[in-house]
């Protein structure tokens, strides 16, 4: 298996745009979670998923953040519109089960907003 | 309200030399802990878990150390490598609850 792929690598986009953020689940994990890194706050959760279903979404910053799953492979995270403080790396994970064990996560992806 | 606490950004040590790296945690009812490691430009990489029925696990060069008493575990690595240089995080979840909660990491460098 290729592990966990997010796309695009790199985004930079101008305050206001629409952003999309791509990723696609280890086959067989039915858990995943978006996480943003910044230096100032580390790894936060945004939201997490259960086979499909969007089970905590308390850490999605404001109503400018959506995400969604719609099959079992792939989940997508919007901004809409876009600013500068939304500035970061996400990454999404996936785990088989969900409750404890590893999760496995993406390469990422550098969010720059101009 | 941070739940996992890595207080030291940053270490340094010699190749060959143990490295430490400690982690706080404050929830009682974490009881599953797991380290990751981080390059420069890549996801997290799942290092070493321990449950919090025991008290250590070893797997190679790694050894996570867990005192539930003091809500502390700790990750040593020996010998240290230079290839080891990266951001170490630590993470909690608790079995009734499916959150990975993370430390800030702490960069860890090996001089050759």
């Known amino acids: 298996d290729a592990g966990v792929i997010q796309s695009p690598r790199h985004e930079v986009t101008e305050m206001g745009q629409e952003v999309t953020l791509r990723c696609k689940l280890i086959?067989?994990?039915?858990?995943l979670f978006w996480y943003r890194q910044t230096m100032m706050r580390g790894l936060e959760l945004l939201i997490y998923?259960?086979?499909?279903?969007?089970?905590?979404d308390s850490g999605m910053p404001e109503d400018r953040f959506s995400a969604k799953m719609p099959n079992a492979s792939f989940s997508t995270l919007k901004i809409q519109p876009s600013e500068p403080r939304d500035s970061a790396v996400y990454f999404c994970a996936s785990r088989a089960g969900q409750v404890q064990g590893k999760a496995f996560f993406g390469q990422g992806t550098r969010l720059t907003v101009v | 309200d941070q739940q996992v606490k890595q207080n030291s950004p940053s270490l340094s040590v010699q190749e060959g030399r143990i490295s430490i790296l400690n982690c706080d945690y404050t929830n009682s009812m974490f009881d599953y802990f797991l380290w990751y490691k981080k390059y420069p430009a890549e996801g997290p990489t799942f290092l070493i878990s321990?449950?919090?029925?025991?008290d250590k696990n070893e797997d190679g060069r790694f050894t996570v150390f867990l005192n539930k008493s003091a809500k502390h575990l700790s990750l040593h690595i020996v010998p240290s490598q230079p290839g080891d240089s990266a951001v170490y995080f630590c993470?909690?979840?608790?079995?009734?609850?499916?959150?990975?909660?993370f430390g800030k990491g702490t960069l860890l460098t090996v001089n050759p």
């Open positions: 998923f259960n086979n499909n279903v969007p089970i905590d």
């Open positions: 993470a909690a979840s608790a079995s009734s609850n499916y959150k990975l909660t």
């Open positions: 086959s067989g994990h039915n858990s």
């Open positions: 321990i449950s919090s029925i025991k």
